[in-house]
């Protein structure tokens, strides 16, 4: 079985938040590569970057994609920066793929000053628009839907999400 749902998109856009809701209301397991890779790694994000770097990062989140899109979870959030990999949006192909679509002040107002994402703890406002536009056109590439979360709740989001899936 396939995960119900893989959600994608930039930082901030709610993919942990939402995703976790989504699970609740349709009563399956929800799935979080981060939390994979921080427990594959034995340390928090920030730490793995610093100690070997984004390169290692991306060769664990790439590994645990594949780990969890094979276990199947009900929701599977991804990292923002998963689509990066073309062997990650390769592997997306087939599956019912939500991008959780935002702008730059909606994202910028959620991550704040960046904790815990190390790659916004320089200039986030900056480094996300940044971000953001390199990778617009890969969410669109492996997304089958893409569902507005500006000035949304996280609750509202997931019943959306529901609503289009098949009952
Ligand atoms: N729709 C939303 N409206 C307001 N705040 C949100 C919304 N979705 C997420 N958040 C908040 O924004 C922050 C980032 O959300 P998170 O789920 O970690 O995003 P992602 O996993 O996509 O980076 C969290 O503090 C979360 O509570
Ligand atoms: O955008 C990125 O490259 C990253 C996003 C983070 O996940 P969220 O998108 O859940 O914040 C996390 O995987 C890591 O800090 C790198
Ligand atoms: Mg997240």
Sequence with gaps: MAPVVVLVGAPGCGKTTVGQALAAVLGVEFRDTDTDIEQMAGKPIPEIFIDEGEDHFRA??????????????????????????????????????????????????????GAGRPLLAINPRAT?????????????EVATETVVTDGRTPAEIAAEIAALLPR
Excluded: F, N
Aim: avoid cysteine; glycine fraction near 8%.
């Design 60 to 113: 664990l989140e790439r590994a645990a994609v594949a780990a969890a899109l094979a276990a199947s979870p009900g929701v599977l959030a991804l990292g923002g920066g998963a689509v990066l990999a073309e062997e990650t949006r390769a592997a997306l192909i087939g599956h019912r793929v939500v991008h959780l679509s935002v702008e730059l002040p909606d994202a910028v107002k959620r991550v704040g000053l």
């Design 128 to 140: 996300l628009k940044h971000l953001m536009d390199q990778r617009r056109p890969l969410y669109a």
